[in-house]
C-alpha cells in the first residue's frame, strides 16, 4: 500500500470517463481529475455540444477527447466504450455525471416526462457502468462515481422524477459496490448541494424567492460552485479512497445536517 499521502490522491496514468461534461459539474470536475493527472474523455449528446466542450478543455491545456453519445442508448454507449477502449485505453474512473431535470408538479407530469428523467439520471447510469465494468474487472481494479443530489435524500414539490431517479442512483451505488466491490471496484455517490450551473440559473434568477430559501437554508450561507465539488471528486477516484464503497459523499455546505432558521 503506498502511504505516500499525498501519492494516493494522484490520478496519473489514469483514463477517466465524464458524461455529459462540456460544461457545469462535468466540466469541473472533469478539469480537476486532469489537474490529478488523469487523462479525461467525456461525452455529450451532440457534435456542437462536444466541440464547445473541446475547446473549453483546450483553454484549460487539457487535451481531452469528446464523444457524441447519448447515454440512454446502450447501442451508442457500448460502441463510445468499445471505442475509447482501443484509441485511449481501459477506463480506470467513471464519473456518472450527465443528468437532467423537469421542474412540473407532478399531477401535471406527463409518464412520458417522467420517464425521459428516469431514463437519463437513472438508467444511464446502470448501462454505462455496465458497458464499462468487464474491462475493469479484467484490469484488476474501478472507481465509478455517481453524481446523486439533496434528492437522493429529500423530496421538494415540482421534482418528483428527479427525487425518483437520484434515489434510485443511490442504491444504484450501493448495489454496484455490494455487486462488484470483490473485484476491486469502488462505487461510491456524490451528492452535490445547490450548485451554480445552467440547471439551476432558473432558480437563481434576480428576485427569485428561491435564490434566497437556498441561501438561508445552506449553513455555509452561499450557493455551491462546480469547483467545491472537485477534492471529493479527486478523493472518490483515487487510491486515497480504496476501502471507501458504497457511500454517498454529500457536498452541500451542511444543507443535509440543518432544519433550517424559524421564520
Ligand atoms: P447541466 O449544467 O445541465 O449539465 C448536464 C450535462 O449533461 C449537459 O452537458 C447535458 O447536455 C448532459 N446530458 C444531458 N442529457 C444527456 C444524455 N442523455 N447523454 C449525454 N449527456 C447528457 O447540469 P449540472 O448542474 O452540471 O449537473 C450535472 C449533474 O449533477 C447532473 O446529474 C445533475 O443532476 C447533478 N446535480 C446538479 C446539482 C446542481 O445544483 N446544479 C446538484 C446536484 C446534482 P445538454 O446540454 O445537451 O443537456
Ligand atoms: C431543484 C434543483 C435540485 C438540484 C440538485 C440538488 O429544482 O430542486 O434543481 O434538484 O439541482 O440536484 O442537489
Known amino acids: 500500500m503506498n502511504l505516500d499521502y499525498l501519492k494516493q490522491f494522484s490520478l496519473e496514468g489514469k483514463i477517466a470517463l465524464v458524461t455529459g461534461a462540456s460544461y457545469g459539474i462535468g466540466f469541473a470536475i472533469a478539469k480537476g ?14 457534435q456542437e455540444l462536444v466541440n464547445k466542450g473541446l475547446e473549453a478543455y483546450k483553454a484549460e491545456g487539457i487535451d481531452a477527447k469528446g464523444y457524441v453519445c447519448d447515454v440512454t442508448n446502450e447501442e451508442q454507449v457500448n460502441a463510445m466504450v468499445k471505442q475509447i477502449e482501443a484509441e485511449v485505453g481501459i477506463i480506470d474512473i467513471l464519473v456518472n455525471n450527465a443528468g437532467i431535470i423537469k421542474r412540473i408538479p407532478m399531477t401535471e407530469m406527463t409518464a412520458a416526462e417522467f420517464r425521459q428523467v428516469i431514463d437519463v439520471d437513472l438508467n444511464g447510469p446502470f448501462i454505462v457502468s455496465k458497458a464499462v465494468i468487464p474491462s475493469m474487472i479484467k484490469k484488476g481494479h474501478g472507481k465509478i462515481i455517481n453524481i446523486c443530489s439533496m434528492m437522493s435524500e429529500l423530496g421538494r414539490e415540482t421534482v418528483s422524477a428527479y427525487a425518483a431517479a437520484k ?8 448495489n454496484i459496490c455490494s455487486e462488484y466491490g470483490a473485484y476491486n471496484i469502488q462505487c461510491n455517490g456524490l451528492g452535490p448541494g445547490y450548485i451554480a450551473t445552467p440547471q439551476t440559473a432558473p432558480l437563481r434568477e434576480d428576485g427569485h424567492p428561491f435564490n434566497s430559501f437556498i441561501i438561508s437554508k445552506t449553513p455555509a450561507g452561499r450557493w455551491g460552485e462546480p469547483e467545491d465539488l472537485v477534492g471529493p471528486a479527486v478523493f472518490l477516484a483515487s487510491d486515497a479512497s480504496n476501502f471507501v464503497n458504497g457511500h454517498i459523499l454529500y457536498v452541500d455546505g451542511g444543507i443535509l445536517a440543518y432544519i433550517g432558521k424559524q421564520p
Open 33 to 46: 481529475m486532469a489537474k490529478a493527472g488523469a487523462t479525461i474523455v467525456f461525452n455529450d449528446i451532440n
Open 167 to 174: 434515489g434510485g442512483l443511490k442504491m444504484l451505488t450501493k
